[in-house]
């Protein structure tokens, strides 16, 4: 018997795309920080294969986008695509998880839920900052590529659907090293459980339960590559710490023991106490629960299929979950919520499918099409909802009240870099550029501080020096930043007047004094 084909998601892809499109115009770009402008500074100025003064991190998103050279578009196309990613990854895990017709309906009616409710660090993290997402979703993308294996297809066509397959996980592993940690246990577990899209038909001898992950093709050939991924992305990881000491390595560090539980335990309280983080909670909750109970009046045998497909998330959720907790540099970044990303996506596309799937199963197949697009206007009005109207016009006001406190006095000093730590720098260098870009000027400004080693082949062009404008303020931290990255100390050759800086988003803004200073690369 031919196994169930995947749920058709073209139409789905659609529905995020418009969303994306409508989003990438509102207020969303208040979310933006330095950690998501460094993107859209590498893919404009200084292109690398991870993140600036990492080994991890990869910048796909920026390479693709690296086309287009106006500040502000390429900005907005990186956004889009990072807001298109976040709503596709929890339908495509739906993918992986169940051919069921209903699933993407019921993921695409949870996303509504989290664009009103779900928390600003969220909607950050999931739409517009962390390669987690992106990571996730081309692995999803791969391990879907060898679910769906059509009677008589060719060699050839199997050969191609294997090699998109490396690809996609080599991409996926490039975006987000650890992906193995949520993706290689989800296809054992979902080969163990003989569930998803795809499975081999079910086999009665439970002796040899131990042997389904390597009797299953899709585990099989998925963590085959997956290894072979991994061995790739971790060679190129190597040749960035021997080509630029400088690199913050990945730690491999474990926590003490006595700490693992206590870790978990802050894991699970920074997320549960976000503002916006409870409503989000009651509502998911809520109309799930109403779901369930129905289903298990009427729809006891489908229900029962939906905990068998989405088991082997909730265990891949859990495998990832407990080695995070063992983890030093959980401590060290304050069990900031972006790391659990696949977690968190595991728990809301589980309630969706328990709890929507059996109650829109009864819709007739006629009514498909417009539940759909009812399911896009509901997370269209969401999103609007919570970010307003689109307005292109207002985006250019939000980035030139956000970013743009410092260009005044660089367009009139016509300093060559602008300087910070590191949540001024970035925004105030990418705004600055974005103002030359408008003038027709094709001069750059480039960044000193935090992560500015890439710019050092900008400061090679000024061998008698140049002028940096920076806050007084920061000036400690960006001369120890920068004498570490070869400049010399600072001579200060001038002050300006105080301006109000928004910052980082979760930071109140402050006032900060201007000075004009004069620095070269050393000796």
């Keep these: 018997m031919e196994p169930a084909p995947p749920f058709r998601i073209w139409p ?39 993140f600036w003064e990492q080994d991890r991190i990869g910048m796909l998103v920026p390479l693709i986008a690296a086309w287009c050279r106006s500040p502000l578009h390429n900005l907005l196309i990186q956004t889009g695509s990072m807001i298109f990613i976040g709503l596709t990854m929890p339908v495509m895990l739906a993918r992986v998880l169940t051919p069921h017709r209903m699933a993407p309906l019921a993921v695409t009616a949870m996303n509504a839920a989290f664009l009103f409710f779900a928390p600003d660090t969220l909607h950050e993290n999931w739409m517009l900052v962390c390669n987690y997402p992106s990571g996730l979703l081309l692995g999803f993308t791969a391990i879907s590529l060898l679910d769906s294996r059509p009677s008589g297809a060719s060699w050839n066509r199997r050969a191609l659907r294997l090699i998109g397959c490396a690809f996609m996980m080599l991409l996926a592993h490039w975006q987000y090293f650890g992906a193995i940690l949520y993706l290689g246990p989800l296809v054992v ?15 009665r001898d439970w002796k040899r339960i131990a042997l389904r992950p390597y009797t299953d093709h899709r585990a099989r050939f998925a963590v085959l590559l997956m290894l072979l991924a991994l061995g790739g992305v971790g060679v190129a990881m ?3 710490r021997w080509a630029n000491p400088i690199t913050v390595r990945t730690s491999p560090a474990a926590s003490p023991p006595e700490l693992w ?57 859990s495998v990832e979950f407990g080695f995070l907790g063992t983890r030093e540099w959980m401590i060290r970044n304050d069990f900031h919520p972006r ?10 596309t589980t309630l969706a499918l328990l709890g929507l799937v059996p109650l829109l199963s009864r819709l007739p197949r006629r009514y498909e099409t417009p539940a759909i697009i009812l399911a ?28 743009g406190e410092m260009t005044p006095v660089l367009l009139e000093t016509q300093c060559e870099a602008v300087g910070g730590e590191y949540w001024v720098v970035w925004m105030s260098m ?46 400690g931290e960006v001369q120890s930043k920068a004498q570490y990255r070869g400049l010399v100390p600072f001579e200060k050759i001038e002050e300006r007047d105080a301006v109000l800086f928004p910052a980082h988003p979760l930071a109140e803004a402050r006032t900060i004094r201007i000075g004009i200073y004069r620095t070269k690369v050393g000796p």
Excluded at 189 to 203: D, L, T
Excluded at 377 to 383: G, Q, V
């Design 189 to 203: 577990f979902r080969a163990w459980m003989q569930s998803g899209p795809g499975a081999p038909a079910p086999v």
């Design 339 to 348: 790391y659990l990303v696949a977690v968190f996506t595991s728990l809301t």
């Design 430 to 475: 990418f705004h600055i550029n974005m103002a030359l870009y408008d003038r027709g000027e094709d001069r750059v400004v480039f960044g000193v501080g935090y992560r500015s080693q890439p710019m050092r082949g900008r400061w090679l062009m000024f061998p008698d020096g140049f002028r940096v404008a920076l806050p007084e303020d920061d000036f």
């Design 238 to 240: 190597l040749l960035i």
């Design 261 to 317: 539980l206590s870790i978990w335990s802050y894991m699970i309280g920074n997320v549960a106490e976000l503002p916006g983080m409870g409503a989000f909670t009651t509502c998911a909750f809520g109309v799930c629960s109403v779901g369930f109970a129905c289903a298990l009046y009427a729809e006891r045998r489908l229900l029962a299929t939906m905990a068998v497909a989405v088991f082997p998330a909730l265990l891949a959720a």
């Design 12 to 50: 789905y892809l659609l529905v995020n795309f418009v969303v994306a499109v409508w989003l990438d115009f509102t207020t969303f770009h208040r979310l933006a920080t330095s950690d998501s402008i460094v993107f859209v500074l590498a893919s404009l100025y200084e292109m690398r294969l991870f």
């Design 376 to 403: 896009g206007a509901l997370l269209l009005a969401a999103a609007t909802g919570r970010y307003g109207w689109p307005s292109p016009e207002g985006v250019r006001r939000l980035l030139d009240d956000k970013c």
